[in-house]
């Protein structure tokens, strides 16, 4: 990611006579404009409507393959899994050379060296989870020390889990806190903050925790840690793609929208590329405003791009699996 | 894409052509008139159907003349006496679900060709014209067995006479039609001049589904054929989709005749933002209230009005909207807004936008470029318009809003009521009690909250005052074709 965003060291200091209580930080985040469900989601069907064919679905694959990042987080992740995962980030089609590389990968912190390594100059972000990653229950302290730990290793981006426990009883100041804590900890480092939407539940509750973040610092809000579903949906992504929009209409800060987990086809991936172009508009269609967390999508993406190019579809066996 | 660039740079989607292809419709070069289960010719003279967005003839089509009115009133009448009238419902009904289902299997056909003679885009014909015209005729085959239940009669009335509008050719068809059919009535349709074709289309189903000869009869032809159609002395029943001229035309026609009759007429609409909506979809709300099919909607929420306190930000947020909607070809699958349905249309549409600059209420469209032939007119906002404007008081029939503000409930009551008319209104706010207490204050046949132009066949529709009487759809739609 580039500098183009405001660098302050922890949260955005606009906002300091709202984050000064937890009294008047509920207040503004009750405040800010609700979202009538079924409006949002016939809106979000409405884009996923469009058709985009020939030199414009070339333009959305490479566009969406340069937004990729590409994850592996399970416990059985070994440093080999992720020297090849880094392989194919720099190189997703080795056998075309005019295939761009993914925008990052997306590990656990104890692997964040390993792709450090291998990655080397290639300009492919290592992006670390942590926080106690997934589920965000650990004390202040270890979610501090997992940050650092990231970022000392080499981590350029980091992915933090908001405490979803603290938003769903109300305590807005002390899931602000935490973010801006860790905003701080993670140095040079660029932070996304994952809201796990698919626990938040209502879109009222998605744009209040988009704002919370945005305001404590993020540089980028994310959908899901992909551990709990549902994961990822395009309604939930237009919301935050408002916000993100809304927000920088307010202060003039640009934020990244990372939808994450269960988007899987190029159909998919195109659609999100469609409601980034019409909700938030096209100066996030790049990848250092908009990121797919993503495994399997990749690989249809090249195939698809395959099939442009040469008119044919390649079995799956012909694209390497991660 | 160049993934060097830097962030400044500007990043363009264009959205490449995607056009819906033409090949699935196969129109003819000229038609006859529908009766008697049959294709005759007309005596009048023919005409021709454009599209309205390339200005192409794309057929002839016969016109009805008061003799060819005769023979198709006759031929429903025979059909009523002798088939349809004395039908058991639940035989009746399999005609209609088999109707419903052709439709549907019909679908792409219908849509393409609805877009192609009416100059609405693909998208709204695919998604809305077509499934909900299916969904009528699956509703009202329902009904067709259990008339007892509906509180209105049991018996048919006879032949009904419809007359039916421009702007959703194929959906207003299957209003008119499916109830009465399910009732068991017969029909005399006429379809509007400029858009002949989907009804033409739907005579071939009725042939395809062997509906009984007679039972549907479709003529086609201007003014003057529906004047023989609605002042027939063997219809029973007037139905009308249309402007208000032309039904207080009818209503005086038909005064002192047995004839029952149903009148669906224009609206202004009043679509009223309060300071608590959902912003971002009381937007979308708005956007689909007059812009769905380029505003030629009698329901369209055509008057918008916004709470002072948040009226700066709605228009501001409406605006980066309206920017991106896309006009042109109806047939690409990505076209939001498609052409106005006639030159004439255009005319009046262009004439009272001319009126509304001269009233001095400020004229806003979107920068976009407008195709070189057939009949386009941008998406328009008029804002600062009060009451005595006349674009707040006429039916544009346009992709036009009128914008007018109010500070509390009370206000926009009394200015969403002030209005000859009555079709509809819609409510935008995430207070529930507030919702009720609107709804039963506008006085409008339909109050949607928090959505605005949805449709659904169990769902009865219609107007006050000069929008209109009856009800269409839902169990009160039977009402009007039942004794």
Redesign the interface.
């Known amino acids: 990611m580039t500098s183009t965003a405001t660098e302050t060291a922890g949260p955005d200091r606009e906002w300091a006579d709202v984050t000064s209580s937890e009294s008047s930080l509920r207040r503004f985040l009750h405040g800010l404009p609700g979202v009538d469900q079924v409006g949002a989601e016939q809106r979000a069907a409405g884009l996923a409507t469009r058709s985009i064919k020939t030199t414009a679905k070339a333009y959305a694959l490479d566009l969406a393959i340069t937004m990729v990042d590409l994850t592996t987080l399970e416990g059985q992740d070994t440093p080999g899994k992720v020297r090849a995962l880094c392989a194919k980030a720099m190189r997703p089609d080795p056998s075309d050379p005019s295939c761009p590389s993914t925008a990052a990968v997306c590990i656990y912190p104890d692997l964040v060296a390993t792709a450090k390594a291998a990655l080397g100059h290639s300009g492919v972000h290592v992006a670390s989870v942590a926080t106690a990653f997934p589920s965000g229950r650990a004390a202040m302290e270890v979610k501090l020390a997992d940050t650092r730990a990231a970022v000392a290793a080499g981590a350029d981006e980091v992915d933090m889990v908001i405490d979803r426990g603290a938003f769903l009883s109300g305590h807005y100041l002390g899931v602000f806190q935490e973010i801006a804590a860790v905003r701080e900890a993670c140095g040079p480092a660029h932070l996304k903050v994952i809201l796990e939407t698919g626990e938040l539940q209502t879109y009222d509750n998605v744009r209040r925790a988009g704002w919370l973040a945005m305001m404590a610092g993020a540089h980028f809000i994310k959908t899901s840690t992909g551990k709990v579903q549902p994961a990822a949906t395009l309604p939930v992504t237009l919301v935050m793609l408002e916000a993100v929009r809304d927000y920088r209409e307010q202060t003039g800060r640009m934020i990244g929208v990372k939808p994450a987990g269960g988007i899987r086809t190029t159909k998919d991936a195109i659609k999100y590329l469609v409601t980034v172009n019409e909700i938030a508009g096209p100066d996030w269609l790049h990848p250092d405003w908009f990121r797919f967390g993503a495994s399997t999508l990749l690989n249809d993406l090249l195939m698809q791009r395959t099939r442009l190019s040469t008119g044919r579809y390649s079995g799956h066996d012909y694209f390497t699996l991660d | 894409?160049d993934?060097t660039?830097?962030?400044?740079?500007?990043?363009?989607?264009?959205?490449?052509?995607?056009p819906e292809s033409r090949e699935i419709v196969d129109i003819r070069p000229s038609y006859g008139l529908f009766v008697g289960g049959e294709f005759v010719d007309g005596r009048g003279r023919s005409f021709k159907t454009i599209s309205p967005s390339t200005e192409e003839v794309l057929a002839e089509v016969a016109e009805a003349d008061a003799t060819d009115v005769d023979i198709a009133v006759a031929a429903a009448r025979r059909a009523h006496g002798r088939v349809w009238g004395r039908m058991p419902g639940r035989e009746r009904a399999k005609y209609l679900f088999r109707i419903a289902r052709i439709i549907q299997e019909r679908g792409r056909e219908l849509a393409v060709l609805e877009s192609i003679d009416n100059g609405k885009p693909i998208?709204e014909t695919r998604?809305v014209d077509v499934p909900i015209a299916a969904a009528h005729f699956f509703y009202y085959a329902g009904w067709a067995d259990k008339l007892e239940y509906s509180g209105h009669g049991t018996e048919s009335l006879g032949v009904a006479g419809q007359v039916i509008p421009w702007n959703f050719p194929l959906l207003m068809l299957a209003w008119k039609i499916a109830p009465a059919l399910a009732c068991g009535n017969t029909v005399v349709l006429k379809p509007a001049e400029t858009t002949p074709l989907t009804a033409l289309l739907f005579a071939e189903i009725c042939q395809q589904a062997d509906l009984p000869p007679g039972v549907v009869n479709i003529i086609t032809g201007a003014g003057e054929t529906g004047r023989a159609l609605v002042s027939h002395p063997d219809v029973d029943k007037v139905a009308f989709t249309g402007s208000t001229e032309v039904g207080k035309a009818i209503a005086r026609a038909v005064a002192g005749s047995d004839k029952r009759v149903t009148l669906e007429l224009g609206g202004k609409a009043a679509n009223i933002v309060f300071d608590?909506?959902?912003?971002?979809?009381a937007v979308?709300?708005i956007v689909n209230g007059i812009f769905f099919n380029q505003g030629h909607v009698c329901c369209a929420g055509s008057r918008l009005l916004v709470q002072e306190s948040v009226a700066e930000e709605v228009l501001a947020r409406l605006k980066r909207r309206v920017a991106?909607l896309r006009m042109g070809d109806p047939l690409d699958?990505?076209t939001d807004i498609g052409a106005i349905n006639s030159a004439e249309q255009l005319a009046k549409i262009r004439e009272l936008s001319a009126i509304g600059e001269q009233e001095a209420a400020g004229r806003w469209s979107p920068p976009c470029e407008l195709p070189e032939h057939g009949f386009w007119f941008p998406p328009t906002i008029f804002t600062g318009v009060s009451q005595a404007h006349r674009i707040a008081r006429e039916e544009i029939f346009g992709p036009v809003l009128s914008v007018l503000t109010f500070r509390t409930p009370a206000e926009a009551i009394e200015k969403a009521n002030n209005t000859p008319y009555g079709l509809s209104a819609g409510v935008w706010t995430?207070k529930g009690s507030r919702i009720l207490k609107m709804a039963n204050a506008l006085r409008a046949g339909v109050v949607w909250a928090?959505?605005f132009n949805k449709f659904d066949p169990a769902s009865p529709f219609g107007g006050y005052q000069e929008s209109g009487y009856g009800r269409e759809g839902g169990r009160q739609g039977l009402e009007a074709y039942l004794r």
Do not use: C, I, L, W
Not at chain 2, 5 to 18: K, L, T, W
Not at chain 2, 276 to 281: F, R, S
């Open positions: 894409m993934p660039r830097s962030p400044g740079d500007r990043h363009v989607f264009e959205y490449a052509p995607a998208k998604d608590d909506a959902p912003v971002d979809q979308e709300g991106t699958k990505n995430e928090n959505t």
